[in-house]
């Protein structure tokens, strides 16, 4: 198949699952024998840092849709004047500023996005269009990142004249927390926007049945893959290590739950077992993060346990690799409910156990793999109360991690994922227009 993939970008200061899986499909789906056109949106792909995987320019540079969004007068310059705008320096640099755009702002921005023909950054999609017309790549379909792109597909299909399929993976928390009214608006848009989209793949059965319901779209067009990674980069450690080591990989933020782990970690500190217990950070952050960091700092410097945790810059290639190696257990105390949980995967393949809250795909993906142990309440105590045996019992640690990573290799192989998304994006290709 000729396929076109728009994936938007989130520059390189944070551990982004949506860019990870959409890099690692797009590398999978080619190996198999397929044409994809991978283009980036916004911001520099985090997966581009290490390894050129896009094919085409980015289109809707950050800065030119937010200044479009706010002045007038750049939805009508000329593109040597936008074309200032999108070049890399500058979106890196905004990249790195992401998160301090007011929650207002935002908030309008992604319903002008969602507006596609109609919102402020029209000049962009059709340049985006048009583009895609005069490099006669001439797809069978067009894949978007996830719903949040919904408005550029009635404009793709009106001029490319072929289907578009979405994937959908955690869209309803960022919808959710746009500020009132914004949300219930921009939801509104999403479910009318999800008819110009000829098929849905959600990345677990729990988020399949979350977005049929609130997109109101019928059974026949959500289909569910769960994704995979690339599992023969991952080999495990030869040993465990010699420190109990908890792991953290993942954005530093509040939604992701750093604070619960931190609570946790403290409260272990307590066990006179585990006096020597360590706790490693990874996965990036943005500014907007700082404050929260900074505050998480004081707290464990006030417990007397700061020289026991580590916040680490590298969270990508070779070092996310080293990091993974270096855990007797990994935990993303998650806020709310999420749809895939890429960490829990890699973590798994290195033969790494995890320790989750029973919310979201987690049950889902436990299940499949074997290789963790779910909780509730989603409390620091209760999460310290499950962490403690593994860290305490490296043999048993060792034992969960490896069963992890034995069912890992029979269900979650991105080779696998590409494949069945291939048989769903024929299957819709085929349908009478």
Known sequence: MKIVQISPGSGDNFYCENCLRDAALVKATRKLGHDVL?????????????????????FFGGVNVFLQQKLALFRKTPRWVDKLFDSRRLLEWAGRKAGMTRAKDLAETTISMLEGEHGHQVKELDRLVNWLLETEHGPDVVCLSNILLGG?????????????????????????????????????????????????IAVSTYFARTMQERLAVDSSRMHVVHMGIDFDAYTPASSAPTIPTIGFLSRMCFERGLDTLIDAFILLKKNDGLKN????????????????????????TKAGALDDVEFLGAFDGAAKLDFLRSLSVLSVPEKGPVAYGLYVLEALATSVPVVAPGIGCFPETIEMTGGGLLYEPNTAE?????????????????????????????????EHAAARIIQVCERIAQQPK
Not at 38 to 58: C, G
Not at 161 to 172: I, K, S, T
Not at 387 to 404: F, H, I, S, V, Y
């Open 277 to 300: 217990a360590k706790l490693r950070i990874s996965g990036g952050r943005s500014q907007a993060d700082a404050p929260f960091i900074d505050s998480l700092r004081r707290k464990l």
């Open 38 to 58: 991978m283009v980036p949106l916004y911001l520099p792909l985090q997966a581009d840092k290490t390894e050129q995987v896009s094919n085409a320019p980015i």
């Open 152 to 200: 550029l597909a009635r404009r793709i299909k009106e001029r490319l004249r072929v289907p578009v399929v979405c994937l959908l993976q955690d869209e309803d928390g960022f919808l959710d927390g746009l500020t009132s009214p914004h949300a219930e608006q921009a939801w509104e848009i999403v479910r009318r926007r999800a008819s110009d989209v000829d098929g849905f």
């Open 382 to 414: 209760k999460l310290a109360e499950m962490l403690a045996p593994l860290l305490l019992d490296a043999a048993e640690a060792r034992k969960l991690g490896a069963a992890g990573r034995e069912g890992m290799s029979k269900t979650f192989r991105v």
